[in-house]
């Protein structure tokens, strides 16, 4: 079968998350993704917690799957003719150096488009172009405190938190994915290329959109009806960290079930959203709460939120996180159990659905990743291991039309 993206050449000068999240995407949906790397190291990841000596480390197995390597010094003048080669022959390339390096290296987005007017240039950066902060060098967490969203996480009584998903690294890797697939859309019109920038201070702040939403309400009015804080609690003048609250107009909380106290994973998601009142008075067995004016409304609810909280706390004291919600879907309640890693790992339907895979590597034996999470009708995504340092440097150096003795050379001279 086909793939949508076959065809569709990509440089991958990218490295650490942001930019192999993206990339990754790209290849496993049929572009031939070709990741260059400094000869000798690589990507820095392939050495970054390590847990099989002399193997790369799952950090970057996992996200630079189905992607050839090629080792390139582009600080050499051969490596810079490999390159310029490269960049005559491709579709898209895409970095996330620190601010500067590729113009640095000599291949500034003047120069790339004179040697490939059609090329589109997609980079990653921490702060977008112009900012006041343009010059910095960002991580995931950095770009957390950056982006709001570790302001708006948490506890009211605790420190900004930051979140384990990575909000500023493969999230702006996404938003970079679909900059790039609109811009090679473009260019199926116009025939020219462009540069598409993604920061990861922009990509975390437009998952934050609700909380911007937040800060004008609390501008207002001077309060947030769904925060905890409300009505017992004053606001000051920014959106406060939320806890666990729904956020969205749809109280909830996460709530303990039985053998919360010797696991720290045995809680549900509870929603009490509005209009599925009544089941879950059905469901905990308070049918006298469905009629009572001081419950039947979410007005009338408010300020005993955590009494009810609580409530609903002693009816799950005795079922396990699993068997609350099976009882609860059966009441059309929005739920889910708190799932570790571990319960991800095993799970039958994530297994099945192509979400977990289990990819063969030829020095880890084997090792599991998150494969497409998005599916397909037509198309069936295969998840193939992730390169070896410099796996396909021949092989893409004679289809750029490089000789045997040449590479030869080329590798006698560590330019590759
Ligand atoms: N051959 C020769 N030199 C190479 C090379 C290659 N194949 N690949 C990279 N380099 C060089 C670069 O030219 C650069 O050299 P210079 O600084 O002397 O000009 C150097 O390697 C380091 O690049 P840099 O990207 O600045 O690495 P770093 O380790 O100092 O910083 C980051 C890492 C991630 C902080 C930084 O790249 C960054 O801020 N990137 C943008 C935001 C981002 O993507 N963050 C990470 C999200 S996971």
Redesign the pocket.
Known sequence: MSRPLEGIKIID?T?????PACTQLLAWYGADVIK???PGSGD?TRNQLRHVKDADALYFTMLNSNKRSLT????TQD?KDVLTKLIKESDVLVE???????D??GFSWERIQELNPGMIMAS???FSDGHHYED?????NVAQCAGGAASTTGFWDGPPTVSGAAL??SN?GMHLAIGILTALMQKGKTGKGQKVAVS?QDAVLNLCRVKLRDQQRLDALGYLEEYPQYPHHSFSDVVPRGGNAGGGGQPGWVMKCHGWEHDPNAYIYFTIQGHAWEPICRAIGREEWINDPAYMTAAARQDKLFDIITEIEGWLSDKTKFEAVDILRKYDIPCAPVLTMKEIAEDESLRKSGTIVEVPHPKLGKYLTVGSPIKFSDMKVDIKPSPLLGEHTDEVLSELGYSAEKIKELHAAKAV
């Open positions: 000068f490295h650490v998350q942001a930019g260059v790397e400094r820095v390139l010094d582009t600080k490596g996330n150096f620190g601010p500067g390096a590729l640095r290296m990653v950066k921490g910095l060098k960002v991580y995931e500023g690294d702006t990861m």
